[in-house]
């Protein structure tokens, strides 16, 4: 009988901390909502010899999660993404810079980032254009 009563006791302690960390989440927890204020940006006409331009995509947490950007990736070397590496809170702005590299690549300009976050949406496609004026040649 003893033995019983200590097996249960044990299975019961055993239940309340497999629980626990679920309780935990629930009270911290919601759901991160990334929104952009805009999702496209076009630099028009760039010079080829003119050096890199930059332009920044804000967005802000409207979920009631913690928003943690995991990546930005982009087609090409060309493009280099900026992010936050820190969790944003709810309620908070954060901005995402993407610099294009235009040295070479004379032409139309038409690139994406995609940004990958633990929330809603898990995925967000960016996107630049322009055209790059090519380098005058002496």
């Known amino acids: 009988m ?3 009563l200590k097996i249960f006791a044990l299975v019961a302690i055993a239940v309340a ?3 626990m ?3 935990a989440k629930k ?6 909502r990334i929104k952009f204020t805009e999702d496209r940006h076009d630099f028009g006409l760039i010079d080829e010899n003119g050096g890199p331009v930059s332009c920044v995509f804000e967005f802000v ?3 009631n999660g913690n928003l943690v950007i995991k990546d930005v990736r982009t ?3 060309c493009t280099r993404p900026e992010y936050p590496q820190n969790p944003i809170a709810p309620g ?6 993407i610099t294009f590299l235009p040295q070479g690549r004379p032409g139309s300009l038409n690139k994406t980032a995609t940004v990958y976050t633990n929330g809603k949406p898990g995925k967000v496609v960016l996107q630049i254009k322009g055209r790059v004026a090519p380098k005058n040649k002496k």
């Open 2 to 4: 003893k033995q019983t």
């Open 17 to 19: 901390f497999a629980a």
């Open 21 to 23: 960390p679920v309780a």
């Open 27 to 32: 009270d911290k927890g919601g759901e991160a």
């Open 61 to 63: 947490n409207a979920g």
């Open 75 to 77: 087609q090409c070397g």
């Open 92 to 97: 908070k702005k954060g901005k995402i810079k």
